[in-house]
């Protein structure tokens, strides 16, 4: 550098590192020279050709936004889940919520909603509608047991109904309250069940029971070959589905549009969600791509102010970026919401590269001003090579924590970034060069800018205030202690999209007005016994004596019709009925118990069981409850309508398994869905007295919080790993166990402010944020690695610490510092996301690189020149 005042060849340049010219070091270089300087037109046109080879692949690119991308896949609950699903045939559908500007049962709203329904069934995906126009009343008036078989009463099949009374009955009843209208009756849901997509269930149910077989056993290779097959299979389809799901739900919308003129609609459900997340992905991939490359031209325009330094860094990123969608797309590796931003990391982490190809570039055309092209770029790499090589493998080592997380969509994350920064690596250590080979000279970094100015600033500002630099680091260190103890690993799902999103609209429409949004339910047994006392009648009964439960009911159709009985089941009983656990009054009286309960809490909204029927039986039995042999004979007077809604729901059909459904409010300030869990198991074990392998809680607020917990845990065990691998890499690259030792704390320190400070503003961990951590680290040390191999080089020149300082700081420093800001305001472009945690991913560790730099140009220098890694000053062994 010029202020060094070192006018010696490259080969006689002092370096306290082996020369590259020696050893294997030297042999790759000079390959290298022959090869990539020698020949850079060639060199480039191969690389340009493996680039558009996958490049061309791009139209197979897909994303993914199914369910499974945010569960585990050897979570035992998420097969519990699957087969309780199974069980009780539970269908996918969408919610519309109807608010009608004249009134629920207005004329105006009465003919939207039969004019809505009709568009919605000429909808061939469509199985059925479920309203208030077509749903059973049986207290408008009251209807009597004998009338039950004659079919259901609806608004739609008997139009004389008073709708006052029917309102009020959707109001108060607990069947609708809260799930089909809302308490004040301004609020309607309806739901628009989907036809059960055989062929998609089909090939899951295949693949998924080659794959848990796989996590409990070695497959033979039949069946390896067998779920290769299924698992390509499932994936095509799923693409398919993908599609047509799209499709079906722009339809939906485009009858909405048709009657906002009568209402307020919002759609919700599962398959709306899925079709929105896919449009964020896509909208976020190209609003990052366009936003970083936006800023890079900025930013390099900034800092080097030619056309050449803004071209070189643009094309290496952006091929890089292009050959791994393409890859992507090739291998049939689909993106999800969680590694939407790999593209944006990927050219982030290339930009760093070829920045500090630029700036040593110019370091050594300042400094040497009369070497040709050739001699420039070849001593550019041999001093640039090592420390970027090191650089992308610590990088990989911490995104390469991602991989044992259990959750698909963070581990194919981790892999994306692992083989996106080794080709990142390759284009640019062969594109760089030779396109720089193909160019004259030219200048890239003047020392009298602002920049060298400021860091040279920082470096006697450091010096200068030693005690409070380390104080603070210790206090940081503290308060970043107490922070991170008090993290939390939890998020109301709602709070994940931005407020003007239909997704968080819709949301907060059902969550206040409908019942709650997540879904939670329990499963409740027969105590263990009961199964033996089963067989023991089995030996004294004969087969031919059992039957359905709930089959025909021995005469109770006769019954019924007499309505001269006060009470309609005194006459023609059944004289054996099968035993059954859960129907009669003790068991169903426990049910609701629980159900009433649950109801209580406010972080629950709608519960549903087996006690609503109970429920709704002794309401229309003037308040009293029918006794045990009137339950047996109530199934067969149920119209198929009420018994679909309120039986099979919610008991097996032997009648010895009772399921509750319930679901979580998630506007409820302060929800924390795994104490919620724990409150409401102990109520279940210690209030109602059953044992904790009677009962089980599933759905997706279980399966959900299982992944975060999950991915939390792999986390923080592979952070150790990560920095023992870091570790070892700084004691190879620097050989120099002290000097490894001090790299550590600047970069963890950054870490650990960010987690601390997520801790004291209860920002809670969530399936992007608990990355933060390994990226962080990942990328936040490759400045420290930088920094370290100068200062060793220009430490060795008259091994004073002080001035190796600031020579660093003034070289490496200015990189460090333009590396940070392209870094910093590259992630903040993901606030552009409609995807909130995106948001705050992208805005911590854009915070995060803004402290990595902190500490590199304060914290780091300082504990060199305290600790003196390198030996005594002005003379001794560097050791």
């Known amino acids: ?120 069934l000429g909808l061939d995906w469509v199985e059925s509608i479920t309203s208030v126009l077509d749903v059973p009343l049986l207290d408008s008036p009251r209807i009597t047991f004998g009338k039950l078989k004659e079919g259901p009463r609806t608004l739609e099949t008997h139009p004389e109904v008073d709708r006052a009374l029917a309102l009020k009955e959707f109001r108060n009843s607990p069947i609708y309250k809260n799930l089909l209208v809302s308490e004040d009756g301004t609020t309607s849901a309806i739901q628009v069940n989907i036809k059960r997509d055989q062929k998609y269930e089909d090939l899951l149910n295949r693949r998924n029971a080659l794959r848990n077989k796989e996590y409990t056993q070695a497959l033979s290779p039949e069946e390896q070959a067998r779920y290769k097959k299924v698992s390509a299979e499932f994936k095509a389809y799923l693409a398919l589905v993908n599609v047509q799901q799209g499709k079906n739900i722009q339809a939906i919308r485009d009858i909405m549009d048709g009657y906002r003129n009568v209402a307020d609609l919002f759609l919700g459900g599962v398959p709306m969600i899925t079709v929105d997340i896919i449009e964020f ?124 997380s259990g959750i698909r969509p963070v581990i194919d994350f981790g892999w994306m970034m692992t083989i996106g920064i080794c080709c990142g690596f390759a284009l640019s250590f062969v594109l760089w060069p030779s396109l720089q080979m193909l160019m004259k000279p030219a200048k890239a970094v003047s020392d009298h800018d602002m920049t060298h100015a400021f860091t040279l600033g920082i470096s006697s500002a450091t010096k200068n205030h030693k005690k409070k630099i380390l104080f603070t680091g210790a206090a940081l260190t503290i308060w970043c202690v107490l922070g991170i103890l008090d993290l939390k690993v939890d998020n109301r799902f709602i709070d994940y999209f931005r407020d003007s999103t239909e997704i968080y609209q819709g949301l907060e ?97 709608k519960v549903q069981s087996i006690a609503t029927l109970y429920k709704v039986v002794r309401h229309l039995n003037e308040g009293k409850n029918l006794d045990d042999s009137d339950l047996t004979i109530l199934k067969p007077l149920l119209p198929d309508s009420v018994a679909s809604a309120l039986v099979e729901p919610y008991l097996s059909g032997d009648a010895n398994q009772a399921r509750i459904n319930m679901r979580i409010v998630e506007a409820h300030p302060g929800l924390h869905r795994k104490a919620l869990v724990e409150k409401l198991e102990r109520y279940i074990e210690e209030e109602m007295g059953y044992a904790p392998d009677r009962f089980r809680f599933t759905g997706m607020a279980i399966l959900y919080n299982n992944m975060l917990y999950s991915l939390f845990d792999s986390q923080i065990k592979t952070l150790g790993m990560v920095f023992a691998a870091i570790l070892i890499m700084f004691i190879i690259l ?146």
């Open 734 to 879: 620097f050989r120099n166990v002290k000097l490894a030792v001090l790299a550590l704390p600047p970069t963890v320190l950054a870490a650990g402010m960010i987690l601390g400070l997520m801790g004291w503003l209860q920002i809670p961990l969530d399936m992007m944020t608990i990355t933060i951590a390994s990226i962080t680290i990942g990328i936040g040390v490759d400045d420290t690695i930088h920094y370290i191999h100068r200062f060793q080089e220009e430490f060795a020149k008259d091994r004073d610490y002080g001035k190796a300082m600031d020579r660093t700081h003034g070289s490496i420093g200015r990189a460090i510092y333009y590396t940070s800001v392209v870094v910093t305001f590259g992630f903040s472009i993901l606030a552009l996301s409609n995807f909130v945690p995106t948001i705050y991913f992208g805005l911590l560790t854009g915070l995060a690189m803004v402290l990595a730099l902190i500490n590199n140009l304060t914290l780091l220098g300082l504990l060199l020149l305290t600790f003196k890694p390198l030996g005594p000053p002005g003379g001794g062994a560097t050791g």
């Open 281 to 404: 992905i896509g909208h976020d991939l190209v609003t990052f791509g366009i936003g970083v490359f936006a800023f890079l031209i900025f930013a390099l325009w900034f800092f080097f102010r030619k056309p050449r330094w803004v071209g070189l860094p643009l094309v290496c990123c952006g091929l890089t970026a292009l050959t791994m969608l393409g890859f992507l797309g090739f291998v049939d590796w689909r993106v999800t919401i969680i590694s939407s931003n790999f593209v944006s990391i990927l050219i982030i982490v290339t930009m760093q590269l070829t920045i500090h190809l630029i700036v040593r570039y110019g370091e050594l055309k300042a400094e040497f001003p009369n070497w040709d092209q050739r001699q420039l770029v070849r001593q550019t790499v041999s001093l640039m090579t090592r420390p970027c090589f090191y650089t992308a493998i610590t990088t990989i080592a911490a995104f390469s924590s991602l991989v044992v």
């Open 509 to 605: 429409v059902i969550d206040r007005q409908l019942g709650g949004t997540t879904p939670l339910e329990v499963v409740i047994n027969p105590e263990a016994d009961y199964y033996e006392y089963l067989k023991e009648l089995a030996e004294e009964k004969p087969e031919d004596q059992y039957d359905d439960p709930f089959g025909d009911g021995g005469g109770a159709d006769e019954a019924f019709e007499d309505e001269g009985f006060d009470d309609p089941f005194l006459e023609d009983k059944p004289d054996d009925t099968i035993e059954n656990f859960w129907f009669n009054n003790d068991k169903l009286g426990e049910i609701e118990k629980i159900h009433d309960w649950l109801t209580a809490q406010p972080e629950i909204g």
């Open 1 to 120: 550098m010029t202020q060094s005042g070192n006018s010696n060849s490259p080969d006689e340049s002092s370096d306290s590192f082996p020369q590259a010219s020696k050893g294997f070091g030297g042999w790759l270089l000079s390959v290298f020279d022959k090869i990539v300087l020698g020949h850079p037109l060639v060199c480039m046109l191969l690389a340009l050709m493996f680039s558009g080879f996958f490049i061309a692949q791009l139209p197979q690119f897909k994303l993914d936004a199914s369910s499974e991308s945010l569960v585990l896949e050897n979570d035992n609950d998420l097969a519990y889940y699957r087969e309780i699903a199974d069980a009780y045939a539970t269908a996918e559908f969408v919610i519309i919520t109807w608010t009608p500007k004249d009134g629920m049962l207005s004329e105006a709203s009465f003919t939207g909603l039969t004019n809505l329904k009709t568009e919605l």
